[in-house]
């Protein structure tokens, strides 16, 4: 039996169809080089404690009661993730230690680039691994799927599929994932407003907003999915113009349900005011991220454009690694 195993999964960025995606329509995702690495220990005893460097958290859990080290009541909030997918492996095999879970992560939180999805991912595959448990990726993303009902109320599950699995895919709720072989190189400037949200509560807005509305919001969300399926072909013929103004009418649908805000219009317009072909937000919205598709030539002028309107610029490339025991 190991003492010690080691895992990381990456984040993702949302091309199209975020928010559409819960309510059955499909999205393309794609895996970027940034990732989350866990470190995780056998204990001799039955406590999970779980560490997060980067954001300053740490804590223990027993019998699902927590006890703070480091980041007070924040931290069982933020760490309730990762011990749901401890939780759920140590039951599910009988297991009978505990764990020591340490993270690290070059992914920016709640951000819409699916750090928490990542943390999860990279936490199932390094607990699996340490318990000498030979599963599959399919395993290892319901289980991170299955942590992030908790956090996220009703999730597609696009953000646990792209960390485990890698790559571009095509992900529709419930149907066997897709992994998308194109090969164009996607000059992508994601900017970030620094504008923490919930994905949660984003979700929820957008499921109120159909309540209300179902006749309206449902022809949004369907328009969505055709935008989704328009741009495979564009993707396949490295039609970075419809493709970008697909992404701009994805955006336009994005704030017709009211998950942009003022700090993202800012920056999507700085980003096409610049000569970007397309820009949007990416992930849940309300903050966090966008994303601009941008010709090679423009790529300064973009990347400055956006800095100027008081986003932080991430230089990042799709990668092909998802999850990846680390030696
Ligand atoms: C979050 O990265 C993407 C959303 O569509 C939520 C989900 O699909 O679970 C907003």
Redesign the pocket.
């Known amino acids: 039996m190991k003492t010690q195993a080691k895992a990381s999964a990456p984040a993702?960025v949302?091309l199209l169809?975020?928010?559409?995606?819960?309510h059955g329509e499909p999205?393309i995702v794609l895996a970027i080089d940034r990732r989350a690495t866990v470190t995780v220990k056998m204990r001799s005893d039955q406590k999970i404690f779980i560490k997060s460097e980067d954001i300053g958290i740490s804590g223990f859990f027993i019998n699902d009661q927590f006890s703070p080290l480091k980041g007070g009541g924040e931290a069982e909030r933020k760490l309730e993730p990762i011990y749901a997918v401890a939780r759920e492996i140590i039951q599910k095999y009988h297991l009978k230690n505990g764990v020591n879970i340490e993270i690290e992560s070059s992914i920016p939180i709640a951000a819409?680039l699916?750090s928490s999805a990542a943390v999860s991912v990279a936490s199932a595959a390094a607990l699996l691994s340490l318990f000498d448990l030979n599963k599959s990726k399919d395993d290892i993303f319901k289980i991170a799927f299955n942590a992030?009902k908790i956090i996220?109320g009703?999730?597609?599950?696009?953000?646990p599929a792209i960390s485990t699995y890698g790559g571009i895919l095509w992900y529709r709720k419930s149907q066997p994932i897709r992994r998308l072989d194109i090969d164009v190189d996607l000059p992508l400037i994601i900017g970030n407003t620094k504008k923490e949200r919930s994905?949660g509560e984003?979700?929820a807005k957008v499921n109120t907003l159909r309540r209300h509305y179902p006749s309206i919001i449902k022809k949004i969300i369907k328009a969505g999915g055709e935008i989704v399926k328009r741009s495979v072909k564009a993707l396949r013929e490295g039609d970075l113009k419809t493709l970008g103004e697909l992404m701009n009418i994805n955006h336009e649908l994005l704030c017709a349900v009211g998950?942009s805000c003022e700090e993202l219009e800012n920056l999507v317009h700085a980003a096409r005011n610049a000569g970007a072909l397309g820009a949007k937000l990416t992930?849940?919205?309300g903050g966090g991220c966008m994303i601009a598709l941008v010709s090679p030539e423009k790529i300064e002028d973009v990347a400055e454009a956006i800095d100027e309107a008081g986003g932080e610029v991430l230089i990042t490339r799709k990668t092909d690694a998802g999850v990846t025991i680390e030696r």
């Open positions: 993702k949302i169809g975020e928010h559409f995606v819960v999205a819409g699916g992030e996220h009703t999730p597609s599950g696009v953000d994905t984003l979700v998950v992930g849940a919205g």
